[in-house]
């Protein structure tokens, strides 16, 4: 017989429950209810991420049309940082750009040094083995060591 001490023991209300149809909708009811929240949570998350995202942007634009606003009538801004013109190939006439020539003479003078010397290592005989015709180093004209102040000169 089952007595309240009993572990088979149920109350008469819990025993006569014939609502399963009911319960298993509550626990349903429950589990689509808890991933809605999530849901909601996740798209409340990306909402504000997005919403700082474009506040940061229109920051950035304020920021930079204040500068732009300053930067008006000054000429600065339309001056080239390039030492050399490539339109005319005509190098500016500062100490950036003087140097940047003294560079470019000196790979220049590199380049055809080393040119020179693969073409005499080459060309050992001193003429062309297979007509004939004589063969001389001077046709790579290597052009004088640069200096400094030869840049600066020019």
Known sequence: ENTL???GWI????RLRCDAGREVQKVDETRKKKKQD???KRRQERQFREDSRWERIRNQEDTQSRRDQQIVGQSKRNRSSVRYNLI???YNDSKSAAAAKFR???????ATTRTRELYTRNNLAG???INGEQRSADFVKVPPVPT?????CQ
């Open 38 to 40: 999530l849901w909601d």
């Open 11 to 14: 109350s008469d209300a819990d």
């Open 104 to 110: 470019d003479d000196c790979v220049k003078y590199a």
């Open 127 to 129: 003429y062309n083995i």
């Open 88 to 90: 005319n190939h005509v």
């Open 148 to 152: 400094k102040e030869a840049a600066l």
């Open 5 to 7: 001490e009993s572990a």
